[in-house]
C-alpha cells in the first residue's frame, strides 16, 4: 500500500527557508512512470501546485514560486522534500506531498501538514 507522510516544522519566520520532507513507503520513488510533488492550500484559497520530481531526476517547478523553491530526493530513505526561501506570511498554508500517476493525476497523498509562516 503506498503511503506519504509529511514531516517538518509548523511554524516558520518570515524571511527565513521553509524546509519539509515527504517519506514514502509501499513504492519506491525511482519507480517509472511516477511524479512526486508538492501542493499547498492557503486558508480560503484553492489548491496550488508547486513542483514536482520525476522518477529519473527531473524536477519541474511553477513559474510563480521557481525563483524561491527547491525539490530534492533521497533516494537511500525515499524521501522528497521541499525548500521554500523568503518565506512571507502568503506562504502560510497546508503542505501536501502527493504522487502523480500515470495519467497525470493525484492518486496517492499525505495528510497535509499546516505551515505558519509568522514572527
Known amino acids: 500500500q503506498v503511503q506519504l507522510q509529511e514531516s517538518g516544522p509548523g511554524l516558520v519566520k518570515p524571511s527565513q527557508t521553509l524546509s519539509l520532507t515527504c517519506t514514502v513507503s509501499?513504492?519506491?520513488?525511482?519507480?517509472?512512470?511516477?511524479?512526486w510533488t508538492w501542493l499547498r492550500q492557503p486558508p480560503g484559497k484553492g489548491l496550488e501546485w508547486m513542483g514536482v520530481?520525476?522518477?529519473?531526476?527531473?524536477?519541474y517547478y511553477s513559474p510563480s514560486l521557481k525563483s524561491r523553491t527547491s525539490i530534492s530526493r533521497d533516494t537511500s530513505k525515499n524521501q522528497f522534500s521541499l525548500q521554500l526561501s523568503s518565506v512571507t506570511p502568503e506562504d502560510t498554508a497546508v503542505y501536501y506531498c502527493?504522487?502523480?500517476?500515470?495519467?497525470?493525476?493525484?492518486?496517492?497523498w499525505g495528510q497535509g501538514t499546516q505551515v505558519t509562516v509568522s514572527s
Open positions: 502527493a504522487r502523480r500517476g500515470n495519467d497525470y493525476d493525484f492518486d496517492y
Open positions: 520530481k520525476v522518477y529519473e531526476g527531473s524536477t
Open positions: 509501499g513504492v519506491s520513488i525511482t519507480t517509472e512512470p511516477y511524479g
